[in-house]
Structure formats: C-alpha cells, structure tokens
C-alpha cells in the first residue's frame, strides 16, 4: 500500500477515517482539483467544527494522501483501488476528480451507489474517443459492477446519458428544486451496503466557484446540508466521497470553507447513524 507518510497516523475507533485522493488526470475542463486536500488541510485549522448535530472536534483522523502519479489513470485507480481494500471501511475519500469514485467502487462493490452530481458522469466517452474519464466513468462502474443507483441533482447531461439512466432502471431525482418528499423516495429504494458520493459541482457556481465544470443554476450548501444528512443517517452508507474541488478556481476560499465544513458534517452524521 503506498500512502505519504507525513500525515499517516493510526486511527481511533472513535474517529472517522480520512484521506485524500489527488487525482487530476482526465480533466476536459478547468484544472485543480489535485489540490482540494492541501488546500481543505489549510482551512480546516480556522473553522469552527460546529455541525447540525453537534460538535465534529476530534472527530476526522487524516491519513493522509494517497500516493499517486501524474498523467497515469490506470496506474493511479489501481493505487487508490488497493488502497481503499486496506484501508476498511468505514472512510470519507475526498478527491481529486470524480473518476477516483471508480477505484473505490471497484474496491467495495457497493449494492446501492448514491451520485449527488449537476452531471451524470454517464457519457459513453468524453472527450470524443476517450473511453475512461471524470465524464464517464459512473458507465464504466455500471458496466463492470452493475450495481442499482440513485442520482441526485443532475441538471446538465446530454441526451445518451439520460437514456442509459433509464435503461439501467437508476432512480433520478432531477434539477435543484427537489423536495425531502423526493429525496425520501429515493431512499426508499435502496438496500443492501450504500456508497455515497458527492460531486461539489451540484452546489450552484455562485456558492461554489471552485470546481473543474460549473454549471448554472445548482442547489444551495444549506440545501446540500440537509440531503446529506437525509441521505446518510438514513442509509448509513460504508462510505462517502467528496470530490471535484478544484482550488485554483475558487474565490477567497468560498468553496474550500463549504467543502471543510461538508467533510466535518459527513463525520458528525456517519458517527450519529453508527456507522
Ligand atoms: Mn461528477
């Protein structure tokens, strides 16, 4: 297993395990998100660890990053694949582009997958003539894992993305404007062990303009707050991921304060629903 060895630290059973994945080898867009834990490690210290549940003092146990090269997908999933099999469950993975989703998928095999996204990540290849990417890779894990998922907050796909989404029977919770209603619905259809990810990008651009591919007209952070917590309390997922925060894009810090307090809240609900 390779990791840094700067931050690694042996874990407390109390604490809920973190570490960062700092892939950036697929983007099509705006670069950065290779920073997103550096730059999460450097807010952390001067924010509050307030959550809606409660303290989150104490509660993360950094591990560190990942090991990982530059420009090698393949090499690089296999890293973060043989790290998450022995690292155990549970953790929250914070990324790095979304495509370090399909490593731990491959690792724990999920029953149900939770995608909380403005994109599906479904095309068939992005750019044109790429087969693996961030835009791709949720059909590349469908195909090879086959396993039910529901989809959250998608509000910019093309057209063969919502097709397969049908076809492969996922539950979609479209757009920014979804009730609890909606979202318990979903939930309602899920069994067995849960994975949850979340791509920053679902977040309106105005709240959160750190990210590889805005695009208008997202969900606010108290919205974000809320579905997070109803989707994790209720599901009790082995494990979450945040992911697509890409620092050299953000503005005064407006997306890493967010993302900072989004991993405490994770922590907080993950220890509340006794995961
Ligand atoms: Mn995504």
New binding site residues.
Partial sequence: MQRNNVYMRTCRDQEVKLFGAPMEDTVSFRPGTRFAPQRVRFVMPYIEPTTLLGSAERLLCDMGDVNLLRGAVEENLARLKRFVEGVGTPFIMLGGE?TVTLAALEALRPDTYVHV?A?F?LRDEWPPGQKLS?ATFLRRAHERLGFYAIVVGVRAYGDEEYTYANGAGFFVVEGSNFGRDAIADAVSTASGRVYVSI?V?VLDPSQAPGVGVPEAGGISYSVLESLVADLVLSLKPIAVDI??FSPLNDVSDITAVKVSRLLLHVAKLMKCAGV
């Fill in positions: 979304h996204d994109h990540d961030h791509d990008d992911v697509e």
